[in-house]
């Protein structure tokens, strides 16, 4: 009998057949490391670039950069040092 199609083999191509309940668990942990990561990635926002023109002159950028809960700004004139500031979101109270 040919042991590459036999379903009771113990072997596959001379390799140890893996174990279904193995493999199901490797599936359901990757994605559940997915799903983690891909929140958390969510969780900050891409950032937004404005740039302040005059004519053709440009006199500055402004970087917002939104995060979980949390507003992170930086604002560059010519000429000028670096502001940075960062601002927290709360909820409303009525």
Do not use: K
Not at 73 to 89: D, F
């Amino acid at each position: 009998m040919n042991m590459l199609f036999d379903p009771d083999a113990r072997r596959i191509f001379g390799r140890p057949r893996i174990s279904r309940p193995r493999v199901i668990v490797a599936v359901l942990l990757g994605l559940a490391l997915g799903v983690v990561l891909t929140r958390t990635a969510c969780a900050q926002g891409a950032p937004l670039r404005f740039v302040y023109l005059r004519g053709t002159d440009t006199l500055a950028f402004e970087t917002l950069t939104p995060g979980s809960g949390v507003m992170h700004g930086v604002l560059e004139y010519r000429g000028q040092p670096r502001i940075a500031w960062e601002q927290t979101r709360a909820p409303m109270s009525a």
